[in-house]
């Protein structure tokens, strides 16, 4: 009989993947006060490789970034069938409508715009992690 294990910040990674380095640096902060792993890469391409290789339990993941963006980051994780249980919340700067559906698409669980308040980007990422 397979238990399940409810999941909590020190068994969990999470990617944080945004080309702006303050970003960055104050959600790192935040996590890691919560007690979770953290995952760092800059620009889309970056984030993919790390996902495949670290298979983190959740991305936080910006839209506008070099190379790739954050929506075709978002469809390549959701393509890949060993990071189908990975969540990914978007924080970003593009908040109409359409970039909020556009994100929904493709795949995320949440999306919240920058500036961001941090409780409720905790809040966010705690209720993911602890119920999947």
């Known amino acids: 009989m397979k238990m399940n294990v409810r999941k909590t910040a020190a068994n969990t990674t999470v990617l944080i993947v945004d080309d702006e380095p303050s970003i960055v640096i104050a959600v790192e902060f935040l996590l890691q006060q919560e007690g979770y792993k953290v ?12 996902a495949e290789q670290h298979q983190p339990s959740l991305v936080i993941l910006d839209v506008m970034m070099p190379g790739i963006t954050g929506f075709e980051v978002a469809r390549k994780i959701r393509e890949n069938p060993d990071l189908e249980d990975t969540r990914i919340i978007f924080l970003t700067a593009k908040g109409t409508t359409a970039d909020k559906f556009e994100g929904y698409a493709n795949g995320a669980e949440a999306y919240l715009v920058k500036p961001f308040d941090n409780q409720e980007l905790m809040n966010n990422i705690n209720e993911m992690i602890a119920y999947g």
Not at 41 to 49: H, L, Q, R, S, V
């Open 39 to 50: 995952l760092k890469a800059f620009d889309g391409n970056a984030a993919i490789k790390i």
